[in-house]
């Protein structure tokens, strides 16, 4: 399961500001990660309505990418915008910080948890699950904060 959220926020991290998001859905689809979410459950976790919702903010801008993944794991939309006003914080994720706090994790010395605690990465979803794979989503956040740097 951490090697699909590795490759799946990586995957979404790399793309999110360097192309439209369904670049991010073609490439994502492209891959082997759909197969192994659906293996693993984690697709299936989406409240029941058929599909999981990703979001990447950039606090104070225009900066977003949504995807929604299906339960066959499939990337089946994809968004420059945030488009979900209201996620289902059991299964659906939302990550919003300040340009400045995401090139600071994107240098990797500071990471999600000090973000966190000090006001600078907001984060709503399944907090057991992001929790279960801290690997994963540090990895992602870094990613983001590269990307934005760049």
């Known amino acids: 399961m951490k090697k699909t959220l590795i490759t799946l926020f990586t995957l979404l991290s790399i793309n999110a500001y360097a192309g439209s998001a369904q670049n991010i859905a073609d490439t994502f689809n492209a891959s082997n990660t759909p197969a192994e979410l659906v293996k693993s459950g984690w697709a299936g976790n989406n409240g029941g309505k058929g599909y999981k919702v990703l979001q990447v903010i950039v606090k104070d801008t225009g900066k977003a990418a949504e995807l929604h993944i299906d339960n066959n794991g499939k990337a089946a939309a994809a968004f420059d915008s945030a488009k979900t006003a209201k996620l ?13 706090d995401w090139a600071a994790m994107g240098t990797g010395e500071s990471g999600p ?10 984060f ?5 699950e992001a929790m279960n794979n801290m690997g994963p989503f540090a990895s ?3 990613n983001i904060g590269k990307n934005i740097q760049n």
């Open 88 to 100: 289902n914080a059991d299964v659906d994720y939302k990550m919003i910080a300040t340009m400045k």
């Open 113 to 122: 948890m000090y973000h966190m605690t000090f006001g600078g990465l907001s």
């Open 124 to 128: 709503e979803g399944p907090m057991g």
């Open 140 to 142: 992602f956040l870094v």
